[in-house]
């Protein structure tokens, strides 16, 4: 089969196009004929040597993937073959930028009905992390106020969505680029970044800031005056230290998505019933994939992109 995949760590060139094995599912295992995968800033970021995830080289990237079931492994229950799926794979195993990918079965849940199936692949691990930022981590609440910096990103696009629907009011910071998509997303408060100042902007206090962006450190700490006493300040920028305020008791954490099979279900279904819009931006053969990952290492990739194989 055909696939992308890399030996060694090191910039875009590491990734190789060609043949190799189509694999085999193991008991309690899937296989998938793939319809797309998505790409991810992580997946630069394995390739690249910089990530601490334990991946076995030779590596396959695009651990969010759509696909049809086509093979099944012993002792799997609730998968048939023809089945329409996505998933969010375990990121240390290949991945989808192939023909094929197999992937354990719990990983798997059907594919949204009211979109296609190659696009379905730009939802999983992105979707996770705006509810997880949101919930479980910050623990909002229906009436209560979100500030989201970096809003106009894909994960700020679907946090929106999110937050509406579970009745909170939004703030989002965005760019001149990227404001009428945030305010399509339903932001109930836009702020230009580019020519405010977040804080002077900001109406009041808010239960939840929610950072998304590659921010400065000292901006960041400056942003917790945002947050009321007793809430919490989240973000998914892995790369630096979430600041809070202990004197005040504004809490501080740092998303890294974690797989949930209930909470991709729930997912699916919203998507299914119109309350949430799965964004694909671009979508690019397998054969350019090391042209995007070279994009992505310049810093130029925006929006979603599935990689078709």
């Known amino acids: 089969m055909k696939a992308v995949q890399f030996h060694q760590t090191g910039g875009p060139e590491v990734l190789q196009y060609g043949d190799i094995a189509q694999p085999v599912p193991a008991a309690g295992e899937v296989r998938l004929r793939v319809a797309a995968s998505a790409f991810n800033a992580a997946d ?7 990530l601490p995830i334990p991946i076995q080289l030779p590596h396959v990237p695009g651990y969010d993937v759509s696909g049809t079931i086509d093979a099944v492994g012993e002792g799997v229950d609730g998968h048939e073959i023809g089945d329409a799926v996505i998933g969010f794979l375990p990121m240390e195993r290949d991945g989808g930028a192939a023909e094929y990918v197999v992937a354990p079965a719990d990983a798997v849940v059907a594919a949204p009905k009211t979109i296609p199936l190659a696009d379905a692949a730009a939802l999983p691990s992105v979707a996770l992390t705006a509810w997880q930022a949101l919930f479980d981590e910050g623990r909002l609440e229906s009436g209560q106020r979100v500030l989201i910096v970096g809003a106009g990103g894909v994960v700020g696009k679907y946090a929106i969505q999110l937050a509406k629907r579970a009745g909170l009011h939004v703030i989002a910071t965005a760019s001149p680029r990227s404001i009428d998509a945030v305010r399509a997303a339903g932001a109930d408060e836009i702020i230009d970044h580019t020519d405010t100042d977040l804080l002077r902007a900001v109406d009041g206090q808010v239960d939840v800031l929610l950072n998304l962006a590659p921010i400065e450190p000292e901006e960041f700490t400056e942003y917790v ?47 299914d019933d119109g ?14 994939l090391q042209a995007l990952h070279a994009e992505a290492t310049a810093g130029r990739v925006v929006g979603k992109v599935i990689v078709l194989p």
């Open 225 to 271: 005056a945002a947050v009321r006493d007793g809430g919490a300040v989240v973000s998914t920028t892995a790369f630096m230290a979430t600041p809070g305020d202990d004197g005040r008791g504004v809490r501080a954490a740092t998303v890294f998505v974690r797989p949930n099979r209930e909470r991709l279900e729930q997912l699916v279904s919203l998507v």
């Open 44 to 50: 630069n970021g394995m390739r690249a040597g910089f």
């Open 275 to 288: 309350t949430l819009t799965v964004e694909v931006t671009r979508r690019i053969p397998l054969t350019e």
